[in-house]
């Protein structure tokens, strides 16, 4: 059977963040799944059409990857998510892999960043080892957000870590609960906050939404008299994510 791979992602209209994130994940992934056809596919319809108005690029959504596997004869089809939660973009992905698992010998699907406690202990250890405790400072991690019931892992996030002995490391979401406003009143005593994308690209998010100069975290926070420094690093920089995604793809099960 002829072997393909399709690497689902939200997707990014920003080039630097995606050499270093959305790339080298499918370059780690291309080294992984040697005799497999590579496909990329981004769910973001609003990213797909910026690309495609502003530089004339077209990005496959998961119907066109689809479609594409199809084309190039791959029977035994792996797609690996690299979403970040099980929520509206990673079901468009389930939701399109199911319609077609009668054209494929099989069609198999990785999990999102964040599903399994295992992935909760994993994700959280590491992130300890990479936050370093500091007397009178916070961390502060933008997540995306969104109306989804699954949105609820951020909250599970933040408590797991205080569970942990890290009180100190906080969750902020652009659009979702919980709201940077819900987040302040517990940022009060701290002199100094680290601000951190908790999203695999640091595109317009975390370019604006959160190291910009107006209307964003680090200057909300400034206004509050806080020492404030950021690092726009997506979580695909990091090895460790990378990691799991991978570890993902190796225990996908089938899609029904």
Sequence with gaps: MKKGVIVASFGTTHEDTRKKTIDVIENDIKNTYKDSIILRAWTSDIIRAKLKKRHDVHINDIKEAMEEALCLGV???L????HIMDGIENNKVKEV???YKDKFSRIRMGNALLESDEDFEYLIKELDSLYEKEDGAAYLLMGHGSDHESNKIYELLRNRF???GRDDIYIACVEG???LEDVLPKLSGYK???LSPFMIVAGDHAKNDMAGDEDSFKSILEEMNKNVDYELKGLGEYDFVRRLILKHADEAKYVS
């Design 79 to 82: 797609i690996i998510s690299t």
């Design 177 to 179: 609960y919980p709201y």
């Design 162 to 164: 205080a569970e942990c």
């Design 192 to 194: 100094t906050v680290h």
């Design 75 to 77: 029977d035994d089809l």
């Design 97 to 99: 892999a199911a319609s």
